[in-house]
Every structure is written in structure tokens, then in C-alpha cells.
């Protein structure tokens, strides 16, 4: 059975991060002044075995090249400490001439490396017991004696290894006290940086349903990492409490627009059901009781065509069709209306479009609608079509009404609002969605609705519809 793994929290990863950082870079100093050690004891132990070297070579040749000089030089020199620092042997002609004491059994000859160049010398580290050696073999030249005297020098390199071990293990005592130490203090220092999350957090907790104006202070100021997530923050919560704002006003204009048509149904059949009545009477509360239920119905299926279009996952179906033919079969369909009103419908003008040409016929028709409307009998309707799908196209209606007030324009598009509240539940006046729906189907298809009207001049809607994208 597999469990879930916890995730990490940001302070242990930062902490862990801080810590891994902080031994890298201690590591990487560790190993350049290991590096450095070991390049200065090379070094040293070179130059030593090439002073030597030099300093016995003038003892040979001042000895006239005797080898018996030049090992009583080197037991002279090597005797006076017990720790003497090297060992040293001359071979002349292969067989050993002399070397310090005791030094056949520490350093046997066929441990040295075989005999170089003085500029090639090779170096042979070597451990006996607790002492630690470097071993190299070098030619020796006399003006006089011998030509073949081979000098076999250890050098005793102990307490330098010894000061190495030293060094590692402080360094290994060092990163083992470290790591519990860079952990506390990385805990720390990202609980200090993530301190102000936990304040955005608490404010965070604060805001409800009934508290959707309260903010995120900007002071005092946030870190810089921060202050673009409270203003994001800030924002979200003007658009939930404009949103829960509008919500709430929509849900008490639906209760409104409810209201009324189902109380003037519940009455007209109450009045109707409190004596006998002629069949003219039932006839005419059956067909009032009709028109609050037809009323009802267009009311129920406009709020559910809204929250369909409003809805992210609607698909739109794209298809090219040239504008002026679906513009003239919605014209069609309220030709009965502008007959009765005198109305006369002109259109102007040609483009192709992509669009839904079911939410096209729809925006169009919402529009005509309140044209005929408010048309003055006798008056001329409008359809002014411009534009390409390459640039956008847009359709203009205009209307000859009698106009729309100034302070009713910014608020045409809200949901339920009418310009004279008084006439809204007549039978010639619509339930305020209309225009909300139109603006849905442009912002779905990504265009825009716009009214300009002046009083006494008529109206004037542009739908604008974007090109398509590539």
C-alpha cells in the first residue's frame, strides 16, 4: 500500500538549500586550502631534496670525490638528533659505501626508485610503522673519484602527514558541527522571510461572505517578492465583492420579476374562483393567466440562455456567412410587428463574417427588438453593416425614438434595468434582459456593444465583431 508523501514545507527547503549552500561553499574552501597544504609541503620537500642534494654533491667534490668523505659528512650531519629529518645512502657502483644508522632495516635500498636525471627526479612515498617517508635516488658527479656514486635519500615527512591528518579530521569535527547549526539557522532565517506570508494568511482567514470589502494592507510595505501577490490578492477580492455585489442585486431583480406576474396570476384566479362567473369572464382570466405565463416563460428562458453563453465551457460554432442575409432573415421575423407600426426597414452595406450564427441571429434580434419598440410609427429602422473578416465587422441599428437619457446609458447593459420602471411589467415593454444578453454574446465571440443615443434623435447600437483568430 503506497502513502502519500508529505510535501516539504518552504521553510525546510529553504533551510535545507541554505544549508547545502553553506557547506558547498565551505567544502569548496576546505578543499582549496587542503589543495594548497599538500602544493606547499610538495613543494617544500622538493626544495629541501634539491638543497641537499647540492649541499652533499659540494661535499663530494670537496672531498676530491671520495665516497668515505662524503658518508662521514652525512653521519656527522644526521647525528646530532635523535629525529634525525632524512636518511640518506651512497651506492657506488651498486654496493653500499655507507648510510646513517639502522637504516638497511627502516629503508631497504630496493625500495628507492631507480636512478634519474637531476632535473627528472621521481619521488616514492613510503610508510613504515608510524613514520611516513619520501624516497628518491639521484646521481652524484666528482671532479676526481667515481663516476657512478647514486645517493639514496628518505626524506622523513611524518609530522607534515601527521599535520594533513590533523587538518582533516578538525575539518570533518567542523562540517559535523555545522550541519545541525546552518539547519537552526536556515530554519530561522526562512521563518523570518516567510513571516509575512503568515500575515497575509491571517488577513487571508478574516474576509468571508459577509466581510468581502475588508483588504490586505499595503502598509507597512510588503517584501518586494510579495507586494505583486497582495495586489493580485487586492484585486481578486474587488472583482468577488463586485461580483457578489451584482449576484445579490440579480437575485433580487429575479424575485422582483417573479413577483409580480405570478401575484398577478395567483389574484386574477382568486378573483376568479370567489363567485360564478360568466364563460367571457373565465375566457379573459385564462387569457391574462396565459400572458403572466408567457411572460414567466420568456423570463425563464432568457436567464437560462444567459447563464448558457456565460458559461466558460460554451463552445461557439464558427462559420463564415455573409452578415446582410441573416440580418434580413431577422428583419423577417418582426415584419409583422414594423406592418402594425408603419415601420419601414432599410439596409446598407455587405461583409462576410465568422460567427455563431445562431448568438449572431440572437444579438441582432434583441436589438431590432427594442427598436421596434420604441420606433415612432411611421419611422425608418436602420441595419448598417460595414467592415471584413479580416479587420472585424460591425453592425450598426439605429433607430428615429425618442431617445435615451444620459444617466440611463452607462447602466442599458445591467441586468433588469429599465429606463422607466413604471412601464416594466406592461405587455409591450421586455423584462430588462435583452441588452444584458447581447452583450454576453459579444464578449463571448470577444467583441464589444456600444449605444449612442441623444433625446428626441434616436438610438444608435454598434455590434462590433472581431476578426477571427489565427
Known amino acids: 500500500m503506497k502513502f502519500p508523501l508529505r510535501p516539504t514545507s518552504i521553510s525546510g527547503r529553504l533551510a535545507l538549500l541554505y544549508t547545502l549552500g553553506a557547506l558547498l561553499a565551505v567544502g569548496l574552501f576546505a578543499l582549496l586550502a587542503n589543495w594548497k597544504l599538500e602544493t606547499n609541503f610538495t613543494a617544500e620537500h622538493r626544495d629541501f631534496l634539491q638543497a641537499k642534494a647540492a649541499e652533499l654533491q659540494d661535499d663530494l667534490n670537496d672531498g676530491d670525490g671520495s665516497a668515505r668523505a662524503l658518508i662521514a659528512e652525512i653521519l656527522q650531519e644526521t647525528a646530532g638528533t635523535k ?15 655507507g648510510e646513517t644508522p639502522g637504516m638497511s632495516q627502516a629503508l631497504p635500498a630496493t625500495l628507492f626508485p631507480a636512478t634519474a636525471r637531476a632535473d627528472n627526479w621521481s619521488f616514492t612515498p613510503y610508510q613504515t610503522g608510524s613514520s611516513s617517508w619520501l624516497l628518491t635516488s639521484l646521481p652524484l658527479r666528482g671532479t676526481m673519484g667515481p663516476k657512478d656514486v647514486v645517493l639514496q635519500i628518505g626524506l622523513d615527512i611524518t609530522r607534515d602527514n601527521a599535520l594533513l591528518t590533523d587538518f ?25 522571510a516567510l513571516a509575512p506570508l503568515a500575515r497575509i494568511a491571517k488577513v487571508a482567514q478574516s474576509i468571508t461572505s459577509a466581510q468581502l470589502s475588508r483588504r490586505i494592507p499595503l502598509d507597512p510595505p510588503w517584501p518586494r517578492e510579495l507586494t505583486g501577490l497582495v495586489h493580485i490578492f487586492n484585486q481578486m477580492l474587488d472583482n468577488l465583492d463586485s461580483n457578489f455585489g451584482r449576484l445579490s442585486r440579480f437575485s433580487a431583480d429575479i424575485a422582483h420579476e417573479l413577483r409580480t406576474p405570478l401575484s398577478n396570476l395567483n389574484g386574477s384566479l382568486e378573483v376568479c374562483l370567489t363567485r360564478p362567473r360568466s364563460g367571457e369572464a373565465y375566457r379573459d382570466t385564462i387569457a ?24 466558460p465551457s460554451h463552445a461557439l460554432r464558427y462559420e463564415r456567412f455573409e452578415a446582410s442575409e441573416l440580418c434580413a432573415w431577422v428583419v423577417a421575423q418582426y415584419s409583422a410587428q414594423a406592418v402594425a ?37 411611421g419611422s425608418q429602422i436602420t441595419l448598417h453593416i460595414s467592415g471584413s473578416p479580416a479587420s472585424g465587422v460591425e453592425i450598426g441599428i439605429a433607430d428615429q425614438g425618442p431617445g435615451i437619457a444620459p444617466e440611463h446609458l452607462p447602466r442599458l447593459f445591467d441586468r433588469f434595468y429599465q429606463t422607466d420602471p413604471v412601464r416594466g411589467h406592461k405587455a409591450a415593454q421586455g423584462s430588462g434582459l435583452g441588452l444584458s444578453i447581447v452583450r454576453s454574446i459579444l464578449e463571448l465571440h470577444g467583441g464589444q456593444v456600444t449605444i449612442e443615443s441623444e433625446l ?3 438610438t444608435l447600437v454598434r455590434l462590433r465583431f472581431p476578426p477571427p483568430e489565427t
Open 456 to 458: 428626441g434623435k434616436g
Open 168 to 192: 582533516h579530521r578538525a575539518l570533518a569535527v567542523f562540517f559535523l558541527l555545522m550541519v545541525p547549526l546552518l539547519l537552526g539557522a536556515g530554519r530561522l532565517a526562512a521563518a523570518h
Open 341 to 377: 407600426k408603419d415601420l419601414h426597414f432599410r439596409t446598407e452595406g455587405a461583409a462576410a463574417l465568422y460567427a455563431d450564427t445562431l448568438l449572431f441571429r440572437q444579438a441582432v434580434g434583441n436589438v431590432l427588438a427594442n427598436a421596434v419598440r420604441h420606433a415612432p410609427p
Open 288 to 311: 391574462s393567466a396565459l400572458e403572466d405565463c408567457q411572460r414567466l416563460t420568456g423570463l425563464i428562458e432568457n436567464l437560462l440562455f444567459l447563464a448558457r453563453v456565460e458559461n
Open 83 to 97: 629525529l634525525r629529518q632524512y636518511e640518506a645512502r651512497v651506492l657506488v657502483a651498486g654496493r653500499n659505501v
